[in-house]
């Protein structure tokens, strides 16, 4: 017994025993050190009497189903030092039983978890602090973007002669882009990691989101001069899935199956049933993976060939995000290469196939025959523009008043409320972060202060986030644009608003 005692008091680690009622019996020294207490004040204390008041509920039930002879187990909480400091300790209690099975007392081997947990919420905070870092930079990004592609459309728009000029413009559209990806993938990769995206999931045709995001990579396809080649099945393959995160997946693919094959090379997308499952392969005859390379391909970060120039690079994170999305969909998105120059790269995405019934092609095209209808003719409108950065809202102003329309500006918020008098417009474009009045309030006071009670509302901001849109519903904006905003879908608001030419 006293080689007992020496062992358990020279333990690195605290063990403490109680009797059934929760009172201390026995404390080596460690279990002294953690709680900063003696011996001999231990044994005037009860486990309850240790616990924090925050766990103390916690703490009672399992103590006490333990000793009407539950099973062992393991506590983790913070625990009241005698000096009153909180410490975080893990307790591992046992019951102590004896010939015929019933617990005589219990035992419990304590590890002072403190410094662990610290760490553990260090780097939480030090994550939320990276994710609201690369929010706040995608919208500073994304601000002077909005006037760069305001400012190239409008210079395609006055028709220049010169062919220098058309060369420049074109330029500037390309770069814009491609840095609006850039921040778009950025944005993204911050809300998976805060768990803030939610799929808008629909019933769709695999075939109609390969050519939407053939749309959106052509111009990177044709740039190059890719033979492209597609094949998908005749009839519609239909999967529960978020058409414009599918769409972003595949364009994603696509953009990089351009970048890493050489001029002239071969494209192929292939759309096939497998099991239960629909296989989306994008082949190409790129440079390929090299071997080493290949398992990392979708980590964070990773570059695939860091001996490319750095202009055909990206973030590397555009694949980490592709298969996160991809993932969300219940699917999986792998890589597979030989890693022989030229005989190129593919990449499957598999998807399980929606069981549902198809919505016949009679239904569904009498559905978009009727919203046409609803659609109002172009004509001269009403609409009043309030950003607080100068150079967007004038750009955007202009693009407006070339096609026609009657447009107003302000600077702030309560600029463009006071802007509402003898105005009486029937679209405003208002940006969220402006002075004086916010975005949010000055759309309540639009909403309240308007006599056209159909006007149309629209939110044009750097933040993207859901919560956001959420905000942006219920201050009374009937939509939101996310800058820099695509000039074509803000025509098609226009277009849809209805028809009430101006005076």
Not at 142 to 151: G, M, V
Not at 195 to 221: F, H, N
Not at 439 to 453: L, M, Q
Request: proline share 3%.
């Amino acid at each position: 017994n006293e080689r007992l005692r020496m062992l358990v008091n020279q333990s690195n680690a605290g063990i403490v025993e109680y009797d059934l009622q929760g009172r201390i019996t026995r404390a080596n020294q460690h279990y002294c050190q953690i709680t900063a207490y003696s011996e001999a004040e231990l044994l005037q204390k009860t486990v309850h009497e240790i616990a924090h008041p925050d766990h103390l509920r916690e703490s009672a039930e399992q103590f006490n189903r333990l000793v009407a002879g539950g099973a062992d187990y393991v506590l983790e909480q913070r625990t009241l030092r005698k000096d009153d400091a909180e410490v975080w300790v893990s307790h591992s209690f046992a019951g102590m039983r004896d010939a015929d099975g019933h617990v005589r007392s219990i035992m419990a081997v304590a590890l002072d978890v403190t410094v662990r947990r610290d760490a553990e919420q260090a780097q939480r905070q030090a994550d939320a602090r990276k994710d609201e870092f690369l929010a706040i930079l995608a919208h500073e990004l994304r601000n002077p973007l909005a006037p760069i592609r305001n400012a190239a459309q409008i210079m395609h728009l006055v028709d220049p002669q010169q062919a220098q000029l058309k060369s420049a413009i074109s330029v500037i559209e390309r770069q814009a882009r491609h840095l609006t990806r850039l921040v778009d993938d950025l944005l993204d990769i911050s809300r998976i990691n805060m768990g803030k995206i939610d799929l808008r999931t629909e019933r769709i045709d695999v075939g109609s989101v390969v050519l939407s995001a053939l749309e959106t990579s052509q111009p990177a396809i044709d740039a190059a001069h890719h033979r492209l080649v597609i094949s998908v099945p005749e009839d519609p393959v239909f999967v529960q899935a978020d058409a414009v995160r599918l769409a972003q997946v595949l364009s994603n693919l696509l953009n990089n199956a351009a970048k890493y094959t050489e001029h002239g090379g071969h494209i192929q997308v292939t759309a096939q049933r497998q099991a239960g499952k629909v296989a989306i392969s994008i082949k190409d005859t790129g440079v390929g993976i090299e071997p080493q390379m290949l398992p990392h391909v979708f980590q964070m970060f990773v570059q695939v060939d860091r001996s490319l120039e750095r202009s055909r690079s990206g973030l590397g994170i555009g694949l980490a995000l592709a298969q996160r999305i991809v993932e969300m969909h219940g699917g999986t998105l792998e890589a597979h290469s030989s890693g022989v120059a030229g005989a190129g790269s593919e990449f499957i995405v598999r998807l399980p196939i929606s069981r549902e019934q198809a919505q016949s092609p009679a239904s569904s095209g009498a559905a978009v025959e009727d919203a046409s209808k609803g659609r109002a003719a172009n004509g001269k409108r009403r609409i009043l523009v309030a950003d607080d950065n100068e150079d967007s809202v004038e750009s955007l102003a202009m693009l407006l008043s070339i096609d026609g329309n009657e447009v107003r500006t302000a600077l702030d918020g309560r600029a463009a409320v006071d802007a509402m008098s003898g105005f009486d417009p029937e679209l405003v474009v208002l940006d969220l972060g402006m002075p004086k009045l916010n975005g949010y309030d000055a759309a309540r006071e639009i909403r309240k202060r308007s006599p056209n009670k159909d006007i149309v509302l629209i939110a044009l901001t750097g933040w993207g986030q859901e919560d956001v849109k959420r905000r942006c519903e219920e201050a009374g904006f009937n939509g939101h644009l996310v800058k820099p905003a695509d000039y074509a879908a803000l025509k098609r608001l226009i277009a849809d608003l209805p028809h009430a030419p101006s005076a």
